[in-house]
């Protein structure tokens, strides 16, 4: 019999559901970052929602949330699975404003909330395990500077309009992002004859894979291989770093960034739906 299981903190949540979501790591990876991004995971937030299904002692289905878009995985082929997750957020009255996971259960959940799509962007998540060996174009790959962040912060800005993301970041939420990818030493830039020519970033983290985002050339300077070579450079740098693997998230409409990706050594592992509700 389906029931359904709250958790109060991220660490009551992770202590039930590790296990089985490691076992899918890219494919839960937007869930396993989330998670591991809590500095005190014993505080319970009321904002933030972790929950899961169960048939007996099986993991069945999960949902977390705690931006204004639902993130839904599972292990299950049966959509009626997801409907528990739905009514939760539903019969609780909570405020989403989208759902994001693999198709199957972006698309039940959805179903089952009854709600209807303002957009439905179709993303394919690419895993890599070793770079190939290619020629870079000319230019030097090296970490961003913070004297950069207010440049990096508006390709940033124009990246998740190019990306159609939804719901949108605010300027000054872009700038915060970009600042603490750099702070961190997550953001990375292509440069050439001293100018900033591309960028792309490690936008989040589980134990083996880091997740690669935040691509972005001028349009003026596409066509000329920046892009390529800063991702591949990067992901380099990721498996140097002692991770297993990388990941990376594109649209399935761009036929250019996947043919991108798939020279350097990336390999679609599967489909997302980004579904955002009217």
């Known amino acids: 019999m389906l029931n359904l299981k709250i958790y109060t903190t991220v660490n009551s949540y992770l202590n039930e559901n ?39 002692n099986e993991f069945k289905a999960t949902a977390v949330r705690t931006l204004p878009k639902v993130i839904v995985s599972g292990t299950t082929k049966n959509k009626e699975d997801i409907q528990l997750l739905a009514n939760y957020f539903s019969e609780n009255k909570i405020n989403i404003k989208g759902v994001v996971g693999e198709t199957l259960y972006s698309e039940a959940f959805t179903e089952y909330f009854k709600k209807n ?73 292509w440069i050439k004859n001293g100018d900033l020519v591309s960028m792309a970033g490690i936008v989040r983290r589980t134990n083996n894979i880091g997740i690669v985002g935040q691509v972005y050339t001028p349009k ?12 591949l450079k990067l992901s380099e740098h ?22 991108i990706y798939k020279e350097i050594g990336y390999n679609v592992s599967t489909q997302f739906s980004d579904i955002a509700f009217e």
Not at 31 to 40: E, M, N, R, T, V
Not at 148 to 177: C, G, M, R
Request: hydrophobic share 35%.
């Open 238 to 259: 990721i498996l140097k770093s002692g991770y297993k693997n990388c990941g990376l998230f594109t649209e399935s409409a761009n036929p250019t960034s996947n043919k």
């Open 18 to 56: 590790r296990e089985v979501l490691e076992q899918r790591e890219l494919e839960n990876n937007i869930i396993l970052g989330i998670c591991h991004s809590f500095k005190d995971k014993d505080v319970q937030m009321p904002d933030c929602h972790f929950i899961s299904v169960f048939d007996g």
């Open 220 to 231: 003026h300077l596409r066509g000329k291989g920046y892009a390529r070579s800063c991702v």
């Open 117 to 189: 799509k303002a957009s439905n962007r179709q993303l394919l998540v690419h895993k890599l395990d070793k770079v190939n060996d290619l020629v870079l174009a000319e230019g030097e790959f090296k970490v961003a500077k913070h004297g950069a962040v207010e440049y990096l912060s508006e390709w940033s800005n124009q990246f998740q309009h190019d990306a159609h993301a939804f719901p949108k970041k605010t300027k000054t939420e872009i700038h915060s992002f970009i600042k603490n990818l750099i702070a961190n030493g997550d953001l990375f830039t």
